[in-house]
T-cell receptor, first 114, second 109 residues
């Protein structure tokens, strides 16, 4: 596609429920990144994919968080048993091959846990 | 671990003034540096990318420089306009980008 697409744009969920956030990167971009931005905070790195593998998942905050990427394209970030502190904007970026080619970000998913 | 600091945290200038935004990083083994703009409630828009072999990039009224030896990058915005009001983020790294907290800019008419 022309840009990085994220869905849903907004998600309100009850504490304890599971949520899935989707990212569709720019066609041909092999690298995909997930970040989280809490209210008034900077961007926090979560996980990085190169193709379908994740060489760096050091930023995932707990084992409730997982992510996968299939076909070298779409990625899904799953949060199990959501907590109120998971409320944030989840941003996805893609890059042609890697960081030296720069990132293009999607518009993000705003997650609110009530 | 790479740490990125942006100074000042906030900046307010009258329209027409030049803006100077500073970014410093702790690890000189930075591969590249990218400047972004973020409008309230929106995602990040890439402004300039300085790749590993470059020292400077320019686009219109924007100019960014990178000095790896001192661990600093500077974003210049010439002749600021109210539409330049936003938060500006710098990010650098190797493998993945580490972000600064941003500089919130307000340009008053």
């Amino acid at each position: 596609g022309a840009g990085v697409s994220q869905s849903p744009s907004n998600k309100v969920t009850e504490k304890g429920k599971d949520v899935e956030l989707r990212c569709d990167p720019i066609s041909g971009h092999t690298a995909l990144y997930w970040y989280r931005q809490s209210l008034g905070q900077g961007l926090e790195f979560l996980i990085y994919f190169q193709g379908n593998s994740a060489p760096d998942k050091s930023g995932l905050p707990s084992d409730r968080f997982s992510a996968e990427r299939t076909g070298g394209s779409v990625s899904t970030l799953t949060i199990q048993r959501t907590q109120q502190e998971d409320s944030a904007v989840y941003l996805c970026a893609s890059s042609f091959q890697g960081v030296n080619y720069g990132y293009t970000f999607g518009s993000g998913t705003r997650l609110t846990v009530v | 671990k790479q740490e990125v600091t942006q100074i000042p945290a906030a900046l307010s200038v009258p329209e027409g003034e030049n803006l100077v935004l500073n970014c410093s990083f702790t690890d000189s083994a930075i591969y590249n540096l990218q400047w972004f703009r973020q409008d309230p409630g929106k995602g990040l828009t890439s402004l300039l990318l300085i790749q590993s072999s470059q020292r400077e990039q320019t686009s219109g009224r924007l100019n960014a420089s990178l000095d790896k030896s001192s661990g600093r990058s500077t974003l210049y915005i010439a002749a600021s306009q109210p539409g330049d009001s936003a938060t500006y983020l710098c990010a650098g790294g190797w493998g993945k980008l580490q972000f600064g907290a941003g500089t919130q800019v307000v340009v008053t008419p």
